[in-house]
T-cell receptor
Framework: GAVVSQHPSRVICKSGTSVKIECRSL??????MFWYRQFPKQSLMLMATSNEGSKATYEQGVEKDKFLINHASLTLSTLTVTSAHPEDSSFYICSARDILAPQAETQYFGPGTRLLVL | QKEVEQDPGPLSVPEGAIVSLNCTYS??????FMWYRQYSRKGPELLMY????GNKEDGRFTAQVDKSSKYISLFIRDSQPSDSATYLCASDRGSTLGRLYFGRGTQLTVWP
């Protein structure tokens, strides 16, 4: 089956630093990738939709200057949390859609990245 | 009102029990309905997928959608301790955007 990887799996950083999270589709091409945030015992909250070669579309309330998304290729999207603060600590998960099968069911999720900002 | 509502539980059942997980949704435009399973500190994995109303069975799992009442169900037969996880329902309009709307997730524990 299709595999999506994320790196790093967990990161601890100091307040004010920037953190980059990578999302890769390993065995398929993804025109669209999604970035979610999940707080403990809460559901996934969509942050932004990332399309290869174009600007990301952010959900209402998500600061695009704080959460920079780049989708430079069909297999890689990155999320950079700029000037991270403790309230940005969360579980960040990406998902990718298979370019050859555009239906919703072919959205594959990565294992997530746990970010802790001290 | 959230697009998809789901009781977070927790739900605790003995091994072998039949588990019923449910969600409701508000958007009549939703056409695709999915159940994801998420183990602790892991990403969600697709468990079941249904288009429009009807039932779909896969082994011990049955997904059911009733569009008239906007009700989504997942049944797990002969539940196992390995089924212990959080189950998330999700819906999609079926547009090319592929945007999924998730419920809060129900935490299930199956004890031996």
């Amino acid at each position: 089956g299709a595999v999506v990887s994320q790196h790093p799996s967990r990161v601890i950083c100091k307040s004010g630093t920037s953190v980059k999270i990578e999302c890769r589709s390993l065995d398929f091409q993804a025109t669209t990738m999604f970035w979610y945030r999940q707080f403990p015992k809460q559901s996934l909250m969509l942050m932004a939709t990332s399309n290869e070669g174009s600007k990301a579309t952010y959900e209402q309330g998500v600061e695009k200057d704080k959460f920079l998304i780049n989708h430079a290729s069909l297999t890689l999207s990155t999320l950079t949390v700029t000037s991270a603060h403790p309230e940005d600590s969360s579980f960040y998960i990406c998902s990718a859609r298979d370019i050859l099968a555009p239906q919703a069911e072919t959205q594959y999720f990565g294992p997530g990245t746990r970010l802790l900002v001290l | 009102q959230k697009e998809v509502e789901q009781d977070p539980g927790p739900l605790s059942v003995p091994e072998g029990a039949i588990v019923s997980l449910n969600c409701t949704y508000s958007n009549s435009a939703f056409q695709y309905f999915m159940w994801y399973r998420q183990y602790s500190r892991k990403g969600p994995e697709l468990l079941m997928y249904t288009y429009s109303s009807g039932n779909k069975e896969d082994g011990r799992f049955t997904a059911q959608v009733d569009k008239s009442s906007k009700y989504i169900s997942l049944f797990i037969r002969d539940s196992q301790p390995s089924d212990s996880a959080t189950y998330l329902c999700a819906s999609d309009r079926g547009s090319t955007l592929g945007r999924l709307y998730f419920g809060r997730g129900t935490q299930l524990t199956v004890w031996p």
